[in-house]
């Protein structure tokens, strides 16, 4: 075990932990609610949201799994970066109608507007559970990036994820969101400061980015088809439906949606929204250590279940190429970069749970501060089943349920997004389209193999048209394939159900509810009182 | 059902519709946002390793400057569309 490294990691963790028990008295309200707890009030302004929405959506996972992508797929792998090019001007528009609605009606989750919007319980629990199904791997993923690092330390055995899970599940539970909230500060200050300086100084000991891109090109000639320094015809269509499925895929996440709308006001958002690609720029140039790992000739270490984990390459090559003090701070950056997207995915499901499930099922007249101690609860209990997840289950599981993930939330835009747009949807049709959705994704990812691992089902997310009998080596985003079924059967059932005239349900939302706005003065903070 | 047991009416003051009258995003600045969309996805521009910049093959430095590109149109669309919502 390095100890400068373990010490300089358990020191950076002490402190933030401190921070995220301080948290609950930064910007203190008296209320005890969701609204308080899940949403610190729906009062983040422009700078303080940028780190945090920055800091909710650029977990730990990224920075190691991106790169080792990279490393073990070439060119296929930088799909990563058209996604989170396009993902902010895609949502701009769409985000702050969320954003209004939810500020007027007080919604806190994606499932509560499409419950008032189409006066259908059933299809926002399926809204719900899909939520939930899609971030508890997610979770697990950040316990997996934070192992990567573990054992490049030197540590072996689960007990630090424990012991550092315990404690992140504390300092959310007294804290909430605040917590998450600060520490991204320290994360984002961690992350400038690691990449801005690893950025030149590794491609600097490598010998000049022309000799790093050299043998990665080298490196990929000798591969099998299939990986390849450029795009290949037979897999450009799987780039950027990739692309374009992620994209809008990552503001149906729960956790996104919670980020989004713990802001202050619509020009909060836009603004966050302006200045996010800062963070995609940054993952581009984290995405290039999968690329300086080839030509550093750095290998994947042995992961606690005995197999290579590919994670390891980014952590592995900082421990190569720095001293123990810096990749100390670097490996600090990583862990505390998966304790903050953690806190927030955890949030965020148990945000679903309360209002979707608890509240709509279980006791309907539950007020508000008991609503926020059921959350308080069930993120408990969300940290500990991601953390069963690793523990118990093979943790390849956990990376193929994730990118299921990724497919199965895509399955909620028609309800979601193009809900906030129009009523023209039945309610009815939503559902049986969520549901051919979810089944296409499921039965598409299950026919995908796994060339190098040797894997015959559940081995990616690009599946070939040759399955569909089509003579072509195309392949494409298994959650793009599902939510074209998806939108079909939505939009030819609410013909039907129209013509049927099966009722339709209320909708409790009006055309102004979706404009709303709140002044960005800087006098009395918004006295948003719980009112249910 | 006719009511949102969910629902909880912040007081009216504080919420503004910033054009009584005019309630809507449309804005013909909105089309801009289009570009940084559209460009990355048409992989047939950049799938290339030449021209290189500072030792980057195209399809790396290309793509990497489409985050850029996204951050000054979507600040740009901001500014132009500010005095509407």
New interface residues.
């Given amino acids: 075990m390095n100890v400068t490294e373990f010490t300089i990691v358990a020191v950076a963790f002490a402190a933030v932990s401190v921070l995220g028990f301080w948290a609950h008295r930064w910007r203190r309200s008296s209320d005890v609610s969701l609204e308080q707890w899940a949403l610190a009030g729906r009062g983040f302004r422009s700078w303080i949201s940028w780190f945090v929405i920055g800091g909710d959506l650029y977990t730990a996972y990224t920075y190691v799994a991106v790169p080792a992508l990279l490393f073990g797929a070439g060119?296929i792998g930088?799909y990563a970066?058209?996604y989170?090019?396009?993902e902010?001007?895609?949502v701009?528009?769409i985000m702050?109608?969320f954003w209004s609605v939810s500020?007027?009606?007080?919604?806190v989750t994606a499932a509560?507007f499409v419950?008032?919007r189409f006066?259908s319980p059933t299809l926002a629990l399926a809204i719900a559970i899909t939520g939930i199904v899609a971030t508890m791997p997610y979770i697990a993923l950040n316990l997996l990036g934070m192992q990567a690092v573990l054992t490049t330390i030197g540590i072996h055995g689960y007990w630090p994820l424990v012991i550092a899970f315990a404690v992140l599940a504390a300092f959310t539970f007294t804290s909430g969101v605040r917590a998450p909230a600060m520490i991204s500060f320290v994360k984002d200050a961690l992350v400038y400061l690691v990449i801005g300086v690893a950025i030149f100084y590794i491609p600097h000991r490598l010998g000049?980015?022309?000799?790093?891109?050299n043998a990665y090109?080298a490196h990929f000639k000798a591969t099998p088809p299939g990986t390849a320094?450029?795009?290949t015809s037979a897999n450009?269509l799987q780039?950027?439906t990739l692309?374009?499925g992620s994209a809008f895929a990552i503001f149906l996440y729960p956790h996104a949606i919670t980020g989004v709308i713990t802001t202050r006001n619509?020009?909060v958002v836009?603004?966050t929204?302006?200045?996010?690609?800062?963070y995609?720029?940054v993952?581009?140039?984290i995405a290039?250590f999968g690329?300086m790992a080839i030509a550093g000739n750095i290998k994947p270490l042995i992961g606690p279940t005995g197999k290579p984990d590919t994670n390891t390459v980014v952590p592995n090559l900082f421990q190569h190429m720095f001293g123990s003090g810096f990749a100390g701070l670097a490996f600090a950056m990583i862990i505390i970069g998966a304790l903050v997207p953690a806190a927030f995915m955890s949030i965020a499901a148990a945000n679903l749970f309360t209002?979707n499930i608890y509240?709509e099922y279980i006791r309907?007249?539950a007020t508000d501060r008991e609503q926020a101690t059921t959350s308080k609860v069930v993120s408990l209990l969300v940290k500990v089943g991601a953390l069963l997840f690793i523990l118990l289950i093979n943790p390849q599981f956990s990376i193929d349920l994730q990118l299921l993930g990724g497919a199965i939330i895509l399955q909620t835009l028609p309800s979601v997004m193009i809900g906030l747009y129009t009523r023209w949807l039945h309610r009815g049709a939503l559902l049986a389209g969520w549901a051919a959705g979810m089944i296409v994704s499921i039965w598409t990812f299950y026919l995908t193999p796994n060339v190098a691992t040797h894997v015959a089902h559940w081995g990616g997310t690009g599946f070939a048209l040759s399955h569909l009998g089509l003579h072509t080596g195309t392949a494409l985003y298994i959650g793009f394939i599902a939510v074209l079924v998806n939108l079909a059967v939505a939009f030819g059932g609410t013909a039907l159900l129209k013509a049927l005239k099966v009722a339709e349900g209320?909708d409790?939302t009006a055309?102004?509810d979706?404009?709303?706005?709140?002044?960005d003065t800087r006098a009395p903070e918004?006295?948003?009182?719980?009112?249910? | 059902m006719t009511q949102v047991p969910h629902s909880q009416e912040p007081p009216p003051d504080l919420l503004t519709s910033a054009r009584p009258g005019r309630k809507s995003d449309h804005s013909p600045w909105n089309w801009l946002l289009l570009i940084p969309i559209v460009l990355p996805l048409l992989v047939p521009i950049y799938n290339r390793w030449t021209p290189k910049l500072f030792g980057f093959p195209f399809f790396f430095w290309f793509q990497i400057m489409f985050t850029l590109l996204a951050a000054a149109v979507t600040a740009f669309v901001f500014v132009k569309t500010k005095q509407r919502s």
């Fill in positions: 060119a930088f970066l058209p989170v090019a396009i902010y001007p895609l701009f528009l702050i109608r500020k007027t009606h007080g919604y509560d419950r008032g006066g000049g980015w022309n000799h790093i891109f090109d320094s450029l795009l450009q780039y950027i692309a374009l619509r020009a836009k603004r929204m302006a200045a996010l690609p800062i995609s720029f993952l581009g140039l290039l690329v209002r509240k309907r007249d209320t409790h055309a102004g979706y404009f709303t706005d709140v002044a918004p006295a948003v009182t719980a009112g249910a």
